[in-house]
């Protein structure tokens, strides 16, 4: 079982950057694949990035590949995405995931955060 808790979302303005972090719960998150999501209102849930944990190779989405960043603490178990160049447009719920790793890093995945609401706005 996997307990994922996010944090680090509020209100920032256009331009601006942002660092979200996810606490990972697990006694085997070597062999876990982490990712982020997000959904904005009206909109279905986004995948964004994602990361091996025991490895730490990623992949991106094309939508905020450039922008954001993720990375992973395998001492303190997080794993965090850090968003930059803000646009009104990144404002949603953003989501940390996870699954066991099988050879691919895409959805789906199985375990969920609560979520952090991220907004742009001036």
């Known amino acids: 079982q996997v307990q994922l808790v996010e944090s680090g979302g509020g209100l920032v303005q256009p331009g601006g950057s942002l660092r979200l972090s996810c606490a990972v719960s697990?006694?085997?998150?070597?062999?876990?694949?982490m990712g982020w999501f997000r959904q904005a209102p009206g909109k279905e849930r986004e995948f964004l990035a994602a990361v091996r944990w025991s490895i730490g190779d990623t992949y991106y989405e094309d939508s905020i590949r450039g922008r954001f960043t993720i990375s992973r603490d395998t001492a303190a178990k997080k794993v965090d995405l850090f968003m930059r160049v803000l646009e009104p447009s990144d404002t949603a719920v953003y989501y940390c995931?996870?699954?066991?790793?099988?050879?691919?890093?895409?959805?789906?995945?199985?375990?969920w955060g609560q979520g952090t609401q991220v907004t742009v706005a001036s």
């Open positions: 995931a996870a699954k066991r790793y099988s050879g691919s890093l895409a959805p789906p995945y199985d375990y």
């Open positions: 697990s006694s085997t998150p070597t062999t876990y694949a």
